[in-house]
């Protein structure tokens, strides 16, 4: 089982910075990728950014240009960073991790931790 930890939400002014981390347990499995995920209240979950084994793309076109995501492949750690936030920016972010035992594949989610960005 893998367990996930994410840190580093919080209130912040328009304009502001934060930088998200979501910390991957270690044991007898490979991660093949890992992705961010946001839900704002009465809103769809949608796929902010993903970093596979090749490439790490922000697939969100609102936040193109402001937001990176990168990976430490050695502490299995994934970071979002987000500069120039928006009052829109405004919800709970998930980590969401694909982990791998030999041939048998299982996702996993992190809790969730919110971002508030006031005017």
């Known amino acids: 089982q893998v367990q996930l930890v994410e840190s580093g939400g919080g209130l912040v002014q328009a304009g502001g910075s934060l930088r998200l981390s979501c910390a991957a347990s270690?044991?007898?499995?490979?991660?093949?990728?890992m992705e961010w995920y946001r839900q704002a209240p009465g809103k769809q979950r949608e796929l902010v950014a993903t970093?596979?084994?090749?490439?790490?793309?922000v697939s969100l076109d609102s936040v193109k240009g402001r937001f990176t995501i990168s990976r430490e492949r050695a502490k299995n750690t994934l970071y979002l960073q987000m500069d120039s936030l928006k009052p829109e920016d405004t919800a709970v972010y998930y980590c969401?991790?694909?982990?791998?035992?030999?041939?048998?594949?299982?996702?996993?989610w992190g809790q969730g931790t919110q971002v508030t960005v006031s005017s």
């Open positions: 969401r991790v694909t982990a791998r035992w030999g041939s048998a594949r299982a996702e996993y």
């Open positions: 270690r044991g007898k499995f490979s991660i093949d990728d």
């Open positions: 970093s596979s084994t090749y490439s790490s793309t």
